[in-house]
């Protein structure tokens, strides 16, 4: 498997959180300070954005609620945790990236575009964090394969 190359950064991949904490502060530095949208664009943008980003958050919630107990920001699974694969992980195996990478396109879109930049890096980390988490993932619970082929979409339900 190709993904047995992508590092652990650390023994529960505490380095793939500070990857992805370093993206959000870059994402929330540009939205602030970055440039906005050319003036004839802006109030459509804005609402996309605003959209965008409900959408997403609800996304993330949904996916933080099914996990329970068991959520945790690391990529390694928590010893007590359970394999879910119903709810909105029955659709996207990843839902919480997903939600936030949802989340950083409406940011951008209602704040700057500069902000695509560090959306972007987000969405590279979440791809790295999310396949060395799947690895970890197969190793804990026998029955991930059958999870993987099931559930095609890795960070959104129906797209992506």
């Not at 992980?89 to 936030?100: D, E, S, T, V």
Request: aromatic share 8%; hydrophobic share 50%.
């Amino acid at each position: 498997m190709r993904s047995a190359r992508i590092p652990a950064l650390g023994r529960r991949g505490e380095g793939w959180v500070a990857a992805q904490t370093v993206a959000l502060a870059a994402l929330a530095v540009c939205a602030a300070g970055g440039p906005g949208w050319p003036g004839a664009a802006e109030p459509w943008v804005l609402v996309g954005g605003v959209a965008l980003g409900a959408a997403g958050a609800s996304l993330a919630a949904l996916g933080a609620l099914a996990l329970g107990r068991a959520l945790t920001p690391l990529p390694r699974p928590r010893d007590e945790g359970a394999l879910r694969d119903t709810g909105v992980y029955r659709h996207a195996r990843h839902p919480i990236y997903g939600g936030l990478l949802l989340v950083g396109a409406g940011v951008s879109l209602a704040c700057s575009p500069l902000a695509l930049l560090p959306t972007a890096a987000l969405l590279a980390v979440f791809e790295l964090k999310s396949r060395r988490e799947e690895l970890w993932l197969s190793e804990r619970y026998p029955g991930y394969a059958r999870y993987r082929e099931r559930t095609s979409r890795r960070f959104l339900p129906w797209v992506l």
